[in-house]
Nanobody, 115 residues
Framework: QVQLVESGGGLVQAGGSLRLSCVAS????????MGWYRQAPGKERELVAESTTSGATNYADFVKGRFTISRDNSKKTLYLQMNSLKPEDTAVYYC?????????WGQGTQVIVSS
C-alpha cells in the first residue's frame, strides 16, 4: 500500500507564505499522478494543483500565480509552495496520488490564514 504524510501547515497572516510537504512511502512510482486538494469547513474537497503522469502541472483558477506544485521523485516528496495567502485559503490540505483506478490520500495538514 501507499502511505502519504503531509506537513508544513500552520497559522499565518494574510499575505504570508507556507510550504507544504507530502512524503510518500510504499508502492509509489514516478509515473503516479500526484496532487494537492483542500477542504474548508462545510465545503467539499477541491483540487488545488496536480502533477500529472505526463509531467504537466495544473492549477485551480483561485491559486494560479500564487501556488506552485513540485515534486522530488528521489525523495518521494511532493511540495506545494503557497504565497500571497488569503483568509479564504484556510482549509485542511490533503496530498493524494493516483495510478489508474487507485487513489490514496494523506491525513491532511491544517492551514489557517488570518486577516
Amino acid at each position: 500500500q501507499v502511505q502519504l504524510v503531509e506537513s508544513g501547515g500552520g497559522l499565518v497572516q494574510a499575505g504570508g507564505s507556507l510550504r507544504l510537504s507530502c512524503v510518500a512511502s510504499g508502492k509509489i512510482y514516478s509515473i503516479n499522478a500526484m496532487g494537492w486538494y483542500r477542504q474548508a469547513p462545510g465545503k467539499e474537497r477541491e483540487l488545488v494543483a496536480e502533477s500529472t503522469t505526463s509531467g504537466a502541472t495544473n492549477y485551480a483558477d483561485f491559486v494560479k500565480g500564487r501556488f506552485t506544485i513540485s515534486r522530488d521523485n528521489s525523495k518521494k516528496t511532493l511540495y506545494l509552495q503557497m504565497n500571497s495567502l488569503k483568509p479564504e485559503d484556510t482549509a485542511v490540505y490533503y496530498c493524494n496520488t493516483a495510478l489508474g483506478p487507485w487513489v490514496w490520500w494523506g491525513q491532511g495538514t491544517q492551514v489557517i490564514v488570518s486577516s
